[in-house]
């Protein structure tokens, strides 16, 4: 008999968490995890949760307000499995349960507010150590990358031992053009919601700087800006004249993007996976990034990676991009090689699987 898996879907209950990354990554789990075969899935979702089809929902009752949510979630993950009937919890996102009599599995994706001292992080520091407990109760641990599962030993005390990696996948629907050439003018993008980390600052010089040496170039920045950091944002773009801020677009949208964009500009100074890499190399973009975190083990060969936080480098890399065409089919091609040969939700569905039946052998 197959054994039954809870998936933590309760994310799928607000709009912004589900176009997110965790929404993102409980979705493809939902639609690519039954067809592996091995394990029953059941999703922990509210009644107006979006599930795919064929998938049992277990609906989710909480009671506490906004203060105490949170902490109400954690304490009753349990319940929720055993009234379920799972062999094993699984707990997607980064709020873990604080306990379980289930085999229970957690993803770890990053600690990225206890490693920068910002204001802006301070009360994600605080939860990060509320966090912690829960994430070194887990029986197995998937982290998204290495670098990240290094961090959860390092900076909350997980058994290394309990650490399996899992790299994502990317969604199908990024794939390259039919056609290129065909924009009105040049652009480069960058994809990212707005954050202390997050390099708009380092993209938007690289741009100045190409339109300083006369490339014609609009630097496109696609992702959420929420409305604390939209003054920075505002003033950011008026010192940087060939640079537009488009928003959150679907990915669709993104997609088109990302087809008709001479370069990925990637100047996260920090990721724990870093899905715009994968989504332009899916598309066949070339990908110019920093060499930090995880961005090498997520870009590996197939992008061009210039030492942390060195703008003029980075412009180097775009400017041998725009001017050699054989430079830019080179990586183009390796991006496309690399994504399709790694970063597929089947591969991602069959080895957490692997940690689902795992996991429920250890007790």
């Keep these: 008999?197959?054994?039954?898996?809870?998936?933590?879907?309760?994310?799928?209950?607000?709009?912004?968490?589900?176009?997110?990354?965790?929404?993102?990554?409980?979705?493809?789990?939902?639609?690519?995890?039954?067809?592996?075969?091995?394990?029953?899935?059941?999703?922990?979702?509210?009644?107006?949760?979006?599930?795919?089809?064929?998938v049992r929902r277990i609906e989710l009752q909480?009671?506490?307000?906004?203060?105490?949510?949170?902490?109400?979630?954690a304490l009753r993950l349990d319940r929720d499995a055993?009234?379920?009937?799972?062999?094993?919890?699984?707990?997607?996102?980064?709020?873990?349960?604080?306990?379980?009599?289930?085999?229970y599995v957690q993803t770890l994706h990053d600690i990225i507010p206890m490693l920068f001292d910002e204001p802006g992080f301070s009360y994600e520091r605080r939860r990060w150590r509320f966090r912690a407990i829960g994430m070194?109760?887990?029986?197995?641990?998937?982290?998204?990358?290495?670098?990240?599962?290094?961090?959860?030993?390092?900076?909350?005390?997980?058994?290394p031992d309990r650490v399996r990696v899992v790299l994502h996948g990317v969604n199908p629907l990024f794939s390259p053009p039919t056609q290129r050439g065909q924009e009105d003018a040049p652009y480069l993008i960058y994809v990212g919601e707005y954050g202390p980390h997050k390099g708009f600052e380092e993209a938007c010089a690289a741009a100045r700087a190409l339109a300083e040496a006369g490339y014609p170039h609009q630097l496109r920045l696609v992702g959420n800006v929420s409305s604390y950091a939209r003054p920075r944002v505002d003033s950011l773009l008026s010192r940087t004249p060939n640079a537009v801020h488009l928003g959150r677009l679907s990915d669709e949208a993104l997609n088109a993007q990302y087809g008709g964009a001479s370069a990925l500009v990637f100047s996260s100074r920090c990721e724990g996976f870093g899905r715009p890499p994968?989504?332009?190399?899916?598309?066949?973009?070339?990908?110019?990034?920093?060499?930090?975190?995880?961005?090498?083990?997520?870009?590996?060969?197939?992008?061009?990676?210039?030492?942390?936080?060195?703008?003029?480098?980075?412009?180097?890399?775009?400017?041998?991009?725009i001017d050699s065409h054989?430079?830019?089919?080179?990586?183009?091609?390796?991006?496309?090689?690399?994504?399709?040969?790694?970063?597929?939700?089947?591969?991602?569905?069959?080895?957490?699987?692997?940690?689902?039946?795992?996991?429920?052998?250890?007790?």
């Design 278 to 321: 994968i989504e332009a190399m899916a598309t066949g973009t070339p990908v110019v990034a920093f060499a930090n975190s995880s961005i090498p083990e997520v870009v590996g060969d197939a992008g061009a990676l210039v030492p942390d936080g060195d703008v003029p480098a980075l412009v180097r890399e775009l400017r041998s991009l």
């Design 62 to 73: 909480r009671r506490a307000p906004a203060r105490g949510a949170l902490y109400e979630h």
């Design 82 to 103: 055993r009234r379920s009937g799972a062999d094993v919890l699984h707990q997607p996102t980064a709020e873990p349960a604080l306990r379980s009599r289930l085999p």
């Design 1 to 54: 008999m197959a054994a039954t898996i809870l998936l933590d879907a309760s994310c799928l209950s607000d709009e912004a968490s589900a176009t997110r990354g965790f929404g993102r990554y409980v979705r493809a789990l939902l639609e690519s995890v039954p067809s592996e075969g091995r394990v029953a899935l059941i999703a922990l979702a509210s009644h107006d949760a979006d599930l795919p089809a064929g």
């Design 136 to 159: 070194r109760r887990a029986d197995l641990v998937i982290a998204i990358t290495r670098w990240s599962g290094d961090l959860g030993v390092k900076h909350l005390g997980i058994d």
């Design 326 to 363: 054989a430079r830019w089919e080179s990586l183009a091609g390796a991006g496309l090689r690399r994504a399709s040969e790694i970063f597929s939700w089947d591969r991602c569905a069959r080895e957490t699987v692997d940690v689902y039946l795992e996991a429920a052998s250890v007790r």
